[in-house]
């Protein structure tokens, strides 16, 4: 009977080792099933990731040639500010050159009004001389014609 005890014994010890297999075998599939999910879900989520990754790259990428039509823009203001500028230079030694010109034109002037005020005043002068020299030949005529009448 021993060794039918021990037989017994033993089965029961294999059966119950081999139940206790089964259930870690039970729980390694079911937490391997379990790691087989969450790993799908990792990768839906790595590709959803990638998917905004890439949408995210595309966008960087629109932006950046956004930034180089903006500078290109940009350079072309300069360029036209620089040209504006240097109208504006040259416009105000335009305006500076006709303010010279202008001062000279200005001196000229007055010095055309002063002949002009000379040679009225000369002219009054010879107009008062010539009204005398009128007067006096009208004086003369008239002494010369009473003399002529008085001789006849």
């Known amino acids: 009977m021993l060794t039918g005890g021990v037989t017994s014994y033993a089965a029961t010890n294999i059966f119950n080792n081999l139940d206790s297999i089964e259930l870690n075998v039970d729980k390694l599939i079911s937490m391997v099933a379990g790691s087989k999910e969450r790993a799908k879900k990792l990768e839906q989520e790595l590709e959803t990731e990638k998917i905004n990754f890439n ?6 990428s629109k932006l950046e040639e956004e930034i180089v039509l903006q500078e290109a823009l940009l350079a072309d203001k300069d360029s ?15 305006v500076e050159s006709l303010r010279k ?3 000279i034109a200005n001196t000229d002037l007055a ?3 002063s002949t002009i005020s000379k040679l009225k005043a000369e002219l009054e002068t010879k ?4 009204a005398q020299a009128e007067q006096r030949v ?5 002494k010369v ?4 009448s008085d001789l006849e």
């Open 111 to 113: 010095m055309y009004k």
């Open 145 to 148: 014609s009473n003399a002529v």
């Open 80 to 94: 036209l500010i620089a040209q504006k500028e240097e109208n504006i230079v040259k416009t105000e030694e335009a």
């Open 101 to 103: 010109d202008l001062a």
């Open 127 to 130: 107009d008062n001389l010539f």
């Open 138 to 142: 009208s004086d003369l005529e008239a």
């Open 55 to 60: 949408k995210q790259e595309e966008l960087v």
